[in-house]
C-alpha cells in the first residue's frame, strides 16, 4: 500500500465516512475556508493512483469509489507505528499502555479472558 500525504489521508477520512462521491460533494463536508475544487480532484485522480480509488463515469463527472478499506489502511499504519516507535513489538505497545494506565482493569480483564480463550 503506497504511503499517503496528511492530506489525502484527511481526504480519504471523508470518503470512507461518506462513501462513493464527487470531489464537490467531499469540498462541501469542509468548513470554511473550503479547499478549492481543483485540489481536490487533483487529489482524488492521486488517490486513485496510488490504488485507493475507483471511479465511475455518470453524467459529464466522475463518481470515485474507496477500494482499500479504512480498518486495512488503519493495520498497515498501525503496523509502521509499532514498527518505528516501538522496536516491532506489540508487546511493547501494550505494556506501555498499561503502565500508562490507558487502558482500564476491565479493559485488561477482557484482554486475559481472550488470550486464554485462544489456548
Known sequence: M???TGKEEEVMERIWDYG???PKEIVELYEEPKPHINTIA???QNLEKKGYLTH???GRGYIYT???R???YGRT???SFVSRYFDNSYLNVVSTLVKEERISREEREELL???KSLK
Open 2 to 4: 503506497e504511503k499517503l
Open 20 to 22: 462513493p462521491c464527487t
Open 42 to 44: 487533483t487529489m482524488f
Open 56 to 58: 465511475v463515469v455518470k
Open 66 to 68: 474507496a477500494i482499500v
Open 70 to 72: 479504512k480498518q486495512d
Open 77 to 79: 499504519k498501525l503496523g
Open 113 to 115: 479472558d481472550y488470550l
